[in-house]
């Protein structure tokens, strides 16, 4: 079955601007999380979704956004961007809360900040 | 709040000998911890997780943990490693219901 997809890939940006990373889960997951990567800070949580609603979200500036649309598909919004802001993006989906079942990642957007 | 230390940024070994990735967590109440896999420009894959029940977990790719509750520590294992082996590995745990806490992760240097 197909993993999850994560789109674009890469992505140039430039400061001020805003962007929308995009998250299609394994078909019949109904959970999306995202995390932020960077060299210096590891992963850090951003949010997560379950049946569109918002169930926990991470300690991110009120610039970063994300929703979740019926059929599962995620997505985050970053407005006002800094260059802090480069990162590799991961989205990972699973069936339901991820202590019993596998949590499945992405492979990324990579967002570079100019 | 949940938090994951992996005490070796780096750790280079030589082809087929045996390596240790350590990992220690801060909160030992109803944890549940997860060992993930990252290759370059990849995303993560599971290798292994521990739940409850046995201490010893084995896992994808000849790895395995022992969750060890008196030390707070959920080290990471293998006999024998391959130049395959050689990516990013990081701890994770989940306590109650906060969302996964990762480590920042242990680059693995096979050296042939």
């Known amino acids: 079955k197909a993993g999850v997809t994560q789109t674009p890939r890469y992505l140039i940006k430039t400061r001020g601007q805003q962007v929308t990373l995009s998250c299609s889960p394994i078909?019949?997951?109904?959970?999306v999380s995202w995390y932020q990567q960077t060299p210096g800070q590891g992963l850090q949580f951003l949010f997560e979704?379950?049946?569109?609603?918002?169930?926990n979200k991470g300690n991110f500036p009120g610039r970063f956004s994300g929703r979740q649309f019926s059929n599962s598909r995620s997505e985050m919004n970053v407005s006002t961007l800094e260059l802090g802001d480069s990162a590799l993006y991961l989205c990972a989906s699973s069936l339901g809360f991820v202590v019993n079942t596998e949590a499945f990642f992405g492979q990324g957007t990579r967002l570079t900040v100019v | 709040a949940q938090s994951v230390t992996q005490l070796d940024s780096q750790v280079p070994v030589f082809e087929e000998a045996p390596v240790e990735l350590r990992c220690n967590y801060s909160s030992s109440v109803s944890v549940y911890l997860f060992w993930y896999v990252q290759y370059p420009n990849q995303g993560l894959q599971l290798l292994l997780k521990y739940l409850s029940g046995s201490t010893l977990v084995k896992g994808i790719n000849g790895f395995e943990a022992e969750f060890n509750k008196s030390q707070t520590s959920f080290h990471l294992r293998k006999p024998s490693v391959h130049i395959s082996d050689t990516a990013e590995y990081f701890c994770a745990a989940i306590s109650g219901n906060t969302p996964l806490v990762f480590g920042k992760g242990t680059r693995l240097s096979v050296i042939a």
């Open positions: 979704y379950f049946s569109e609603t918002q169930r």
């Open positions: 078909s019949g997951h109904r959970s």
